[in-house]
C-alpha cells in the first residue's frame, strides 16, 4: 500500500461532517480504502464487489476504487473527492470528472464539486494532473498545504 499522509485523513474527516449531497471517494490503494469504508461505515466499491450498481444507487456516500472511473452514469451525484489517484493520469483524470458531468442539474440546486486532495509533493510530481482539469475549463478544489 501506498502511504497516505494523515493530513489527508483529517481534510477527508473535515469534508465528511459536511452535507455534501450524494457523494463517491475516489481511492485507487485498496487498503486505504477499506480503512476509509470502516472507519465512516460507507460501502467500498471495489473489483470484487457484487452488484456495483445497486451499491452505488442505493448510498448516498462510497468510497471506490478505479472500477468507478469509467462507464458509470450517476445522475444523483453531487461531490466527489478523490484521496488516492494513479499517478499523473491525464486521463485518469477526466474519466473521474467526467461522473460529475452526467449530474442532472436543478435550478435550485448548488453546483457539484471536485475535491482533490494533494500533498505539495503530488502537485510536483503529477503537476500534468492538474492541467488537465483546467485545460478543459473544469473548477476543482484543490485541497494542500501539507
Given at each position: 500500500?501506498?502511504?497516505?499522509?494523515?493530513?489527508?485523513l483529517?481534510?477527508?474527516?473535515?469534508l465528511l461532517?459536511?452535507?455534501l449531497g450524494k457523494?463517491?471517494?475516489?481511492?485507487?490503494s485498496?487498503?486505504?480504502?477499506d480503512?476509509?469504508?470502516?472507519?465512516y461505515?460507507?460501502?467500498f466499491?471495489h473489483g470484487?464487489?457484487?452488484?456495483?450498481?445497486?451499491?452505488i444507487n442505493?448510498?448516498d456516500?462510497?468510497v471506490?476504487?478505479?472500477?468507478?472511473d469509467?462507464?458509470?452514469?450517476?445522475?444523483?451525484?453531487?461531490?466527489?473527492?478523490?484521496i488516492?489517484?494513479?499517478?499523473?493520469?491525464?486521463?485518469?483524470?477526466?474519466?473521474?470528472?467526467?461522473?460529475?458531468?452526467h449530474?442532472?442539474i436543478?435550478?435550485?440546486?448548488?453546483?457539484?464539486?471536485h475535491?482533490?486532495?494533494?500533498?505539495?509533493?503530488?502537485?510536483?510530481?503529477?503537476g500534468?494532473?492538474?492541467?488537465?482539469?483546467y485545460?478543459k475549463?473544469?473548477?476543482?478544489d484543490?485541497?494542500?498545504?501539507?
Open positions: 500500500m501506498r502511504r497516505q499522509p494523515r493530513e489527508k483529517i481534510i477527508l474527516d473535515e461532517k459536511r452535507d457523494t463517491m471517494i475516489f481511492c485507487d485498496l487498503d486505504l480504502g480503512e476509509i469504508s470502516k472507519k461505515g460507507i460501502p466499491v470484487e464487489t457484487k452488484s456495483r450498481l445497486e451499491v442505493k448510498n456516500r462510497l471506490i476504487s478505479r472500477v468507478g469509467e462507464g458509470i452514469s450517476i445522475p444523483a451525484l453531487d461531490t466527489l473527492i478523490e488516492d489517484f494513479l499517478g499523473g493520469s491525464r486521463y485518469q483524470t477526466l474519466q473521474r470528472v467526467g461522473r460529475l458531468s449530474r442532472l436543478k435550478a435550485d440546486q448548488e453546483p457539484s464539486v475535491h482533490v486532495l494533494v500533498t505539495e509533493e503530488e502537485v510536483e510530481k503529477y500534468k494532473r492538474i492541467l488537465s482539469f485545460d475549463g473544469f473548477k476543482v484543490w485541497i494542500y498545504g501539507y
